[in-house]
Nanobody, 122 residues
Framework: VQLVESGGGLVQPGGSLRLSCATS????????IGWFRQAPGREREEIAC????????FYDHSAKGRFTITRDNARNAVYLQMNSLEPEDTAVYYC????????????????WGQGTQVTVSS
């Protein structure tokens, strides 16, 4: 099982980034996917998740209206489009996976990527 994030980098406030999570070693269509982030000195927080079918998405209040989580099961990939980025969004972003068909986000995940750094600064 492998999850590999990409697409992070340095962006100015107000800018956008699209993070990708490439998956392999499991049937993505059976898994709920979450995006987490961890800023220096802060606890890791879940900012978005998407159901295995892609029909349901949930967002933390900090991400709602600015971030969009999508998935392409045929390409074994999940994405996080981030718009209107703020310095407070600076963190390492992780994608996670759990075999799960419940309505809401899983309370814990089984697999994690290595993370990609997002830095929002002028």
């Amino acid at each position: 099982v492998q999850l590999v994030e990409s697409g992070g980098g340095l962006v100015q406030p107000g800018g956008s980034l699209r993070l990708s999570c490439a998956t392999s070693g499991f049937s993505l269509a059976l898994y709920a996917i979450g995006w987490f982030r961890q800023a220096p000195g802060r606890e890791r927080e879940e900012i978005a998740c998407i159901s295995s079918s892609g029909g349901r998405t949930f967002y933390d209040h900090s991400a709602k209206g600015r971030f969009t989580i999508t998935r392409d099961n045929a390409r074994n990939a999940v994405y996080l489009q981030m718009n209107s980025l703020e310095p407070e969004d600076t963190a390492v972003y992780y994608c996670t996976a759990k075999m799960y068909s419940g309505y809401y986000c899983p309370t814990e995940y089984d697999y994690w990527g290595q993370g990609t750094q997002v830095t929002v600064s002028s």
